[in-house]
């Protein structure tokens, strides 16, 4: 029997954006799905009928990997869950090459739906950014820091309520308030079995919050927001991130859920490596002004910002590769010191470092080439060209 020949993809005279900092004007070869040679000896080994991508004067960087993405272009997870593989297939035009499908407070059914939709995988000749697992953001948070979640469908955490919540099953990560009665033993099983869990919408003291990360919390969800503000006196769960090393903090460098003058500081009380971009997009994202919803809610999108009618902020419309050049802009991180709250961070949080988030031979070849200004130039998932700017 022929065994298919797997394409090979060569790309050349590019800066490469490594683990240990930049090879300058060199080479990277991809086979099949995976990363095979970097630097001069990918020139050597590739074929002579190879798929060549000239760089010159571009990055190569890991594929960005989006932890807290609510929907787009029109759709949203938590309403229609089916609508995750529509979403996925657009988000390469902005860097994205995995995400985690984000399922806010809800019924457990539409949950259950999401962990379906993933478990039933594409429908036939799909191609796109890869769904990772779902993020639960909700729905076991304090009503006092709802922002904009229901209420009607807030809950106390239990074990029972999470009893298939796991990454075999499609969850990935879970954000929770840790001071709510029950929450720690929620965050204990959730974290013996290889779920992120994460400390957001809570009003958590720093004690609470110390109780917290010592159960299994690693995360902390779009810090600042729904959260009690910083005391001198008492930092409360924002002052328990920042001063924690363990503890990665979520960040929406936006300039509207955080103001740039502290997403300065955040980023230089816990360093590059501990900090991670997300989007927390909505189904506005890719669309223009207009009213959408956030699973059952209405939301007005205006260019500047996306809210309930209440004037409650709920969820962003910025993309990821715009996310890059604001948090150069905000914090004055050059690309190669950005990148790895993008890439590497996420996936180390997810376990799945040695597979995704850096230039390694033997990871998967999801990459995206950058302009020097961070502008997305041409995005590569499982080693195959999926968006190429015009």
Not at 358 to 386: P, Y
Request: aromatic share 4%.
């Amino acid at each position: 029997m022929m065994t298919a020949t797997k394409h090979t993809l060569l790309i050349e005279h590019a800066d490469l954006y490594l683990p240990d900092g930049v090879l300058p004007q060199e080479a990277l070869l991809v086979t099949g799905d995976r990363i095979v040679a970097i630097g001069p000896a990918a020139r050597h080994l590739a074929p002579a009928d190879a798929e060549r991508i000239d760089g010159t004067g571009l990055a190569v960087a890991p594929g960005f990997i989006d932890m807290q993405l609510n929907g787009g272009f029109g759709h949203d997870f938590t309403a229609a869950p089916e609508s995750i593989w529509a979403v996925a297939a657009r988000l390469p035009t902005s860097g994205v090459t995995a995400f985690l499908p984000t399922i806010i407070t809800s019924p457990l059914a539409q949950v259950r739906r999401g962990q379906a939709t993933l478990a039933g995988g594409p429908p036939d000749g799909w191609r796109g950014a890869q769904p990772l697992g779902l993020h639960c953001e909700g729905p076991f948070l304090n009503p006092a820091r709802k922002g904009a979640h229901n209420p009607a469908h807030l809950r106390l955490p239990t074990t029972e309520a999470v009893a298939d919540w796991a990454p075999e099953n499609g969850v990935r990560l879970v954000t929770l308030a840790p001071e709510l009665p029950g929450a720690l033993d929620v965050v204990r099983l959730l974290a013996a079995r290889g779920v992120v869990v994460s400390a957001g919408h809570s009003m958590a003291t720093w004690e609470e919050a110390e109780a917290g990360f010592a159960a299994g919390i690693t995360y902390a969800t779009h810090l600042f927001n729904a959260m009690p503000p910083l005391e001198h006196r008492q930092p409360n769960l924002p002052g328990a991130v920042l001063g924690h090393p363990q503890i990665t903090a979520g960040l929406i460098p936006d300039g509207i859920h955080v103001h740039p003058a502290l997403v300065r500081m955040i980023w230089y009380a816990k360093g590059a490596g501990k900090v991670n971009i997300v989007t927390d997009a909505m189904g506005a994202l890719g669309m223009p002004p207009g009213r959408y919803v956030i699973a059952d809610q209405e939301v007005i999108v205006t260019v500047q910002d996306s809210r309930l009618p209440s004037g409650t902020l709920a969820g962003a419309t910025i993309t990821m590769d715009e996310a890059l050049r604001r948090l150069m802009a905000f914090t004055g991180a050059t690309l190669a010191e950005a990148l790895p709250s993008f890439t590497s961070v996420p996936a180390d949080l997810l376990r799945m470092g040695s597979e995704r988030g850096r230039l390694l031979a033997g990871a998967r070849a999801d990459l995206v080439l950058l302009t020097k200004a961070g502008e997305v130039h041409c995005t590569i998932i499982g080693g195959e060209v999926l968006y190429r700017a015009t």
